[in-house]
């Protein structure tokens, strides 16, 4: 019997929110630290939708020696949209990861104005100021801040992850970028209700080196999508070579991030994958994506 405790040992869990933050989260920087090296993971990622995360990252390992604690950068409209300033403070501050817009991304915002779709947690209002962020113009291609951001974040070799982003902007974000040369790219759990990427474009997308960061809050409550199963098909569609497992929790109703990394293996356990396959998708991608 393999125990998913003993998967954990050097595992990566790219996507965990912590507090301080500007809602409640379950654990605090330094607690997600200490959880994370209890377990013999080798990092965590600090993700903040509205506020940079490198600078507490860095104080949090610092405090936590024994794991690395990594940050980044959400290009919401707090960190000026799409704002290669803000990227190129990151990187300085030693960010590993810039994310495409979330909580303000044009497909998240007409997504919570569907009936019966969950609310951010968090919605930020400025008077007479849009909330969504422009990544594309109105033909469909990056605006000039976007390719900026996308030379910083190569030049810089930082991680590209797709956020919030649609099915279809995904897709001309990382033909572009591809273009230009970056190759740490990583779509932002592509099978939630709020991306819904299709498989057959995920398989397309693997082909150019996208890796897929599949998160286990969208398979609990409230969301429930996908399931534990529509999961496991997806992985095995697309494949275990292109897959990173992450939690993407924090919230305050959920397991704390490392407790949900282990039940997230326990479930992929259940249906069917391997020692070997769980810890190429729970360590390995992740490490040499991120260079830990």
């Given amino acids: 019997m393999i125990e998913p405790r003993r998967l954990l040992e050097g595992a990566v869990d790219t996507h965990v929110h912590s507090a301080p933050d500007l809602v409640e989260r379950k654990q605090d920087d330094l ?19 509205f506020l940079p995360t490198p600078l507490r990252a860095r104080l949090a390992e610092s405090q936590a ?23 190129e403070a990151a990187a300085a501050a030693g960010a590993k990861v810039v994310w495409m817009p979330t909580a303000q991304a044009e497909n998240q915002l007409r997504d919570q104005a569907r009936p019966g779709r969950p609310a951010h947690p968090l919605r930020l209002e400025v008077r007479d100021r849009p909330a969504a962020v422009r990544v594309f113009d109105a033909d469909g291609e990056p605006t000039a801040d976007t390719l900026a951001v996308l030379e910083v ?8 992850a ?3 982003l649609s099915a279809g902007e995904v897709e ?3 033909t ?45 409550p409230p969301y429930r999508s996908p399931t534990a199963a529509e999961q496991a098909a997806i992985i095995r569609a697309v494949g275990v070579a292109s897959t990173v497992l992450a939690t993407d929790f924090g919230q305050a109703y959920n397991a704390p991030p490392a407790d949900g990394l282990e039940a997230y293996l326990a479930v992929l356990l259940e249906q069917g994958f391997g020692a070997d396959e769980l810890r190429r998708m729970v360590a390995d991608n992740a490490r040499a994506l991120l260079d830990v």
Avoid: C, S, Y
Avoid at 38 to 45: E, L, P, S, Y
Avoid at 153 to 160: E, M, Q, S, T
């Fill in 153 to 160: 974040a190569r030049d810089r070799g930082l991680v590209l």
């Fill in 31 to 49: 607690e997600v630290a200490r959880a994370a090296r209890a377990r013999g993971m080798a990092a965590v990622v600090l993700k903040n939708h």
């Fill in 176 to 220: 572009r970028a591809r273009a230009m040369g970056l190759r740490r790219l990583l779509a932002t759990h592509p099978d939630a209700a709020v991306i819904g990427m299709p498989i057959p474009l995920q398989q397309r997308l693997a082909e150019q080196g996208l890796r897929f960061e599949r998160t286990f809050n969208w398979l609990n």
């Fill in 172 to 174: 001309r974000l990382v």
């Fill in 65 to 87: 020696r024994g794991v690395r604690v990594l940050g980044g950068v959400v290009l919401n409209q707090p960190a000026g949209g799409m704002n290669p300033w803000a990227v």
């Fill in 162 to 164: 797709t956020g919030h």
